[in-house]
């Protein structure tokens, strides 16, 4: 059923974050970096690229020391000032994955600004919703951002058949493995840095997100210029600069992920209990740290 834009009201909050208006009327951006010029000053170019899949790096306890330090720095600086940053200490080896949601489009009307040429992803199982995969034109047209779509080697045809079925039925965290984790690991060879649309309110997973830090799981850095903005920060750039949103999210769907384990939110609920629901799992496990256990050999479900 196509969407008509009817937008509910969302409540405006006084943003906790120095992200004001007057920051985005500045011509001259860069004139707002100086509280937080020290990160340029901490040297990072010891950090390789992603040789390639399988192959992780292990930094050295100062090259971690020195994440800390930039992260720390940046604690409170606007998402513009992380991004410009992100961008002068590793671009044209920083890349970004992106499933379209707010966070996500927030962070792309900002590289639009800043460095509209950063290499950005989304990781398409095949199973995302309809609205999701149009509001990517809708990007592309607005800021001349093509977010290119990663996928897994088989089709979801071709994934099913192999596998009796449906896995998102059987296993949803093997699905997520195989569907989301390794494509990501792939694309990730060549670069140093990935920019997460994470916040730390989303989930107890996400808390203690870092602004920049080490991402073992996929051997480069990781920088989340949104870990300290709220839900209601996010809407109310969304709505103050207009930025394409995914429909969805005026129908109930607060985290939107694959259309078979997705559903809608009840009045009360956390905004990701529509993920997964009634499952117990609440992440795919791109922003899980690498001590959880792997999903067992596929072999294993065959005849579930």
Wanted: charged fraction near 30%.
């Amino acid at each position: 059923m196509l969407h008509t834009t009817t937008r509910r009201p969302i409540p405006a909050v006084e943003m906790v974050d120095k992200i004001t208006d007057e920051w985005r009327s500045k011509e001259n951006h860069l004139a707002e970096i100086d509280p937080w010029r020290p990160a340029w000053r901490v040297d990072l170019s010891d950090f390789p690229p992603v040789a390639g899949e399988g192959v992780v790096f292990s930094p050295t306890e100062d090259q971690l020391r020195r994440l800390q330090e930039v992260s720390t720095i940046l604690e409170e600086a606007p998402a513009e000032v992380i991004l410009r940053w992100a961008i002068d200490t590793f671009f044209p080896k920083l890349t970004m994955a992106t499933a379209f949601g707010p966070e996500g489009c927030v962070i792309l009307s900002i590289l639009a600004r800043l460095e509209p040429r950063v290499h950005v992803f989304n990781l398409d199982t095949g199973y995302q919703f309809k609205e999701t995969l149009e509001l990517r034109d809708r990007i592309a047209e607005k800021y001349g951002i093509e977010v290119e779509f990663a996928r897994p080697e088989l089709s979801v045809e071709e994934y099913e058949r192999q596998n009796g079925g449906p896995v998102y039925k059987t296993n949803p965290d093997r699905c997520c493995y195989e569907r989301k984790v390794l494509v990501l690991k792939r694309k990730v060879v060549g670069y140093r840095a990935w920019i997460s649309g994470i916040r730390r309110d989303q989930s107890p997973h996400r808390a203690n997100a870092p602004i920049v830090g080490w991402d073992k799981k996929f051997g480069l850095v990781k920088i989340n210029p949104l870990a300290r903005w709220t839900k209601n920060d996010v809407w109310k750039r969304i709505l103050a600069e207009e930025i394409p949103y995914n429909p969805l999210h005026d129908q109930g769907y607060p985290s939107i992920g694959c259309w078979p384990c997705t559903r809608p939110v009840l009045f009360g609920e956390d905004e990701r209990a529509g993920r997964w629901s009634g499952t117990g799992k609440t992440e795919c496990g791109l922003h899980l740290a690498d001590d959880q256990p792997p999903p067992p050999p596929p072999t294993t479900y065959g005849n579930l």
